[in-house]
Nanobody, 124 residues
Framework: QVQLVESGGGLVQPGGSLRLSCAAS????????MGWFRQAPGKEREFVAA????????YYAPSVQGRFTIVRDNAKNTMFLQMNSLEPEDTAVYYC?????????????????WGQGTQVTVSS
């Protein structure tokens, strides 16, 4: 059974940084691409970043390119999202996801299993 547990969210001022973590279990982590999505109130869940099973390929949404960095540690079944230069528009619930199929890279929300999410609020 796939289990994904996010942590690291919180309240931060504009321009600040946060590091989100995702602990994975119940599947062979090193065979699956992973991703971060976010959902703001009243909006659809949107793609933020994805990383391939070997960490050799990463994708970013244009809105976070250059500010966010996705990494993974296959030895510890863990993924991270380093978020720098945060803006109020980054406020959302952030979800960790794993693709439903192994060795598949995708940015489509329907292709992922999700954790429960962690709130990120950027405000002064």
């Amino acid at each position: 059974q796939v289990q994904l547990v996010e942590s690291g969210g919180g309240l931060v001022q504009p321009g600040g940084s946060l590091r989100l973590s995702c602990a994975a279990s119940g599947f062979t982590f090193s065979r699956y691409a992973m991703g971060w999505f976010r959902q703001a109130p009243g909006k659809e869940r949107e793609f933020v970043a994805a990383i391939s099973w070997s960490a050799g390929t990463t994708y970013y949404a244009p809105s976070v390119q250059g500010r966010f960095t996705i990494v993974r540690d296959n030895a510890k079944n863990t993924m991270f999202l380093q978020m720098n230069s945060l803006e109020p528009e980054d406020t959302a619930v952030y979800y960790c996801g794993t693709t439903k199929s192994p060795f598949t890279m995708t940015t489509m929300a329907r292709d992922y299993y999700w954790g429960q999410g962690t709130q990120v609020t950027v405000s002064s």
